[in-house]
């Protein structure tokens, strides 16, 4: 069965800090990979996904850059962090191509920026 | 834009007391619509996908379904560990690609 790793689980940085966060997903070959952010009183936002390896879209201008170095692995970095980059942020992966990408999601990483 | 309403935003019931949790969205080129369950301080839980109107899903006491505007998740004779945030998200395509729109959820508290 598919599983999906996300660490760590919490996290306090200091303002101007970098951040890496990571995700991998075992038991499926390149499934579509997603970084989203959840803020207190807000909806899901998503923020990168991808389709395959070295291929990241971006949804929001921001700080926060992604990456996918290897087919089952995704990474959230900033190289300065900012007081409202925090949040809870999730990483969710699906499968296929001309299905909805309804995802899985990972256990989260709460992000306290100070 | 699309976009994405659950309603109401927060719901008391007691125990054994049906209800119903209400999505209404506006997406472009509607390829599905998804359910999660959402503890405090996890990830969101998938429950139902629906992909076209008239269609219903059932999981023990919950039952969604989808007209093309809206989406119902049913509660029947909720119990306390039924306590949750219910997050909707209908998938669209928007720009070519398909994406997920999540609304902000109903917080769900069942008393004892």
């Known amino acids: 069965s598919q599983t999906i790793h996300q660490w760590p689980a919490t996290l306090v940085q200091p303002v101007g800090s970098p951040l890496s966060l990571e995700c991998t997903v075992e038991?499926?070959?390149?499934?579509?990979l997603y970084w989203y952010r959840q803020a207190a009183g807000r909806g899901l936002q998503l923020l990168f996904y991808?389709?395959?390896?070295?291929?990241i879209s971006s949804e929001v201008p921001q700080n926060l850059s992604a990456s996918r170095p290897q087919d089952r692995q995704f990474i959230l970095s900033s190289k300065k962090l900012l007081l409202s980059d925090s949040g809870f942020y999730l990483c969710?992966?699906?499968?296929?191509?001309?299905?909805?990408?309804?995802?899985?999601f990972g256990a989260g990483t709460r992000l306290s920026v100070l | 834009e699309d976009q994405v309403t659950q309603s109401p935003e927060a719901l008391r019931l007691q125990e054994g007391e049906s209800s119903s949790l209400n999505c209404s969205y506006t997406v472009s080129g509607l390829r599905g619509l998804f359910w999660y369950r959402q503890d405090p301080g996890k990830g969101p839980e998938f429950l139902f996908t629906?992909?076209?109107a008239g269609e219903e899903k059932e999981k023990e006491r919950l039952k969604a379904t989808l007209t093309k505007k809206e989406s119902f998740l049913h509660i029947t004779a909720p119990k306390p560990e039924d306590s949750a945030t219910y997050l909707c998200?209908?998938?669209?395509?928007?720009?070519?690609?398909?994406?997920?729109?999540f609304g902000k959820g109903t917080k769900l508290t069942v008393n004892p």
């Open positions: 998200a209908p998938a669209g395509t928007q720009g070519g690609s398909e994406k997920l729109v």
């Open positions: 629906l992909y076209s």
């Open positions: 969710a992966w699906s499968v296929g191509t001309g299905v909805p990408p309804g995802g899985y």
């Open positions: 991808s389709v395959g390896i070295g291929q």
């Open positions: 038991g499926t070959s390149n499934p579509n």
